[in-house]
């Protein structure tokens, strides 16, 4: 999930913190807080926070060529079937969204990237 930083005084929100305090449960992601939310440490606005770590690359404009060359692993969370992109020539990404576990039959969703 993604991290949020005020410009102005450095408080980051975690969506998957949210703040529960203020009655934004965990898992709140940026574009769901209303928009009258404001800094709790200083009170500026939304439009003022930047997304952490946003850039990797420079620039952070939204590229449409997204393939990245190094092939990664995908383990099934259900049944532990690893998803080899190399082996099966196919980014996990381009899959179909009804592929699910050889294995097991879990949906695309039950996947986690491993390093
Ligand atoms: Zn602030
Ligand atoms: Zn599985």
């Known amino acids: ?17 949210g703040r529960p305090g203020e009655g934004i449960s965990p898992g709140t992601v940026w574009k ?6 404001v800094c709790p440490m200083c009170g500026s606005p939304k439009n003022i ?5 946003d850039g990797r690359s420079g620039g952070g404009a939204d590229g449409t060529s997204d393939r990245r060359d190094t092939m990664a692993k995908y383990e099934c969370g ?3 079937y690893i998803y ?3 082996k099966e020539g196919v ?3 381009d899959l179909p969204d009804d592929w699910v576990c050889p294995e097991c039959g879990a949906d695309k969703s039950e996947f986690e990237l491993v390093e």
Do not use: H, Q
Not at 1 to 17: H, L, N
């Open 91 to 93: 980014k996990f990404a």
């Open 84 to 86: 080899d992109e190399e």
């Open 32 to 37: 769901e807080i209303p928009g009258g939310w």
């Open 1 to 17: 999930m993604a991290e949020f930083v005020c410009t102005m005084c450095g408080f980051s929100y975690r969506e998957e913190r």
């Open 49 to 53: 926070f930047r997304l952490r770590g």
């Open 78 to 80: 259900n049944c532990g």
